[in-house]
């Protein structure tokens, strides 16, 4: 997604300085839809999504075949049940672009909430043919897969959404609509995966796993046991007070695979990404973890999860090049955080979660243009 917010400056050379001049409403001709667009988000950040769709239709008649307004217009609606008016929105971006992903897996949840399956495996068969990396159209499809008790085509699916996005795993665990694989094998093995994974980004006691991941203890448990009958993890022990609880790290073979490698959990071996794509995950990765702290009102994680985005040996080189108004917002947030505490991470937490979302939506589909060009 491109920045709608962010206005451009023109500089005209003279011979003595350098002359700035802004667009306004006379010069841009699409100035006042951006504005309008801006209204409109912060007003679904408030969670005013009447308002929201009201000022998406107004800006639509600017330009009506704007494809970033329609879809913020049809997620309006559709998060107000109006899905006779979502899916309307929705075909008129395919009429301007049959390909958009995006669109089609939109479609297919409007078609999910109907509990009219079959069209909506249809809209992620159609997502999944125009981008075949997108890994939440591939989970989709497996959860609608799973409701039709079609259970070796649905673990596949899902197997293959978190080939491409391991955050997958960590949802499936979780998912409602999964409840048919679950005492399938190949499930139980993705839930080896959540668990590898959480020992794997630092979260080393049975306690923080099941925190992490949402799993019952028992599934963390029975998982971790077979983790270690394969290799994959060593345990051993540390002091708390006066007790010894078990610590779980990854086994010295695995770690040095991960890091040198670079295979996924599924245990396909990957090839070697341009630095772009790993800038980019890293910032995926960073948003996933802040959304995270933001979501359970953890303050002092917030402050900290902030970081990655203003330093500038993590992420925030490409902060500033392509969210500028972003990170300048999340310094503003950091410095308020520390002043104010919890009651401004209470009072703030909707808008902070907007703003991590559109930027997570952008760096999605940089990624997916990235991955298929490499």
Known sequence: ????????????????????????????????????????????????????????????????????????????????????????????????????????????????????????????????????????????????????????EATEALVRSIEIDVKNARRAVRDKDFVNLRVQEGFQRIIEVVVLESVRQGYHTIGAIVWTTFLDKVDAEDSLRKLLEKGLIVKHEKRDLFHMIPVYDLAPELAKKVEVEKKSLFGITKKKLPPVVNDLKELSRAIQDVRSSIENEELEKTIENFEPFINSSKCGKLMIEQFFESHREIRLWKIRLKDRGLDYLQDNRQKMLNVFDNIEVTVTKQLRTEITQS
């Open 1 to 152: 997604m491109k920045r709608p917010f962010q206005r451009k400056v023109k500089v005209e050379k003279t011979e003595k300085h350098p002359k700035i001049k802004r667009e306004t409403s006379l010069t841009d001709a699409d100035y006042n839809r951006r504005k309008l667009f801006k209204t409109g988000i912060n007003l679904m950040a408030d969670e005013k999504l009447d308002d929201a769709a009201t000022v998406f239709e107004q800006a639509l008649r600017i330009d009506p075949n704007n494809v970033e307004t329609l879809l913020k217009l049809g997620y309006a609606r559709f998060h107000l049940d109006d899905h006779l008016e979502a899916m309307r929105v929705y075909d008129k971006v395919l009429d301007i672009d049959v390909t958009n992903a995006e669109t089609w897996n939109l479609k297919s949840l409007v078609h999910y909430e109907q509990k009219n399956y079959s069209k909506a495996l249809d809209c992620t068969e159609k997502a999944i043919d125009s981008d075949p990396t997108y890994g939440m159209a591939w989970y989709n499809k497996a959860c609608f897969l799973s409701l039709v008790n079609q259970i070796p």
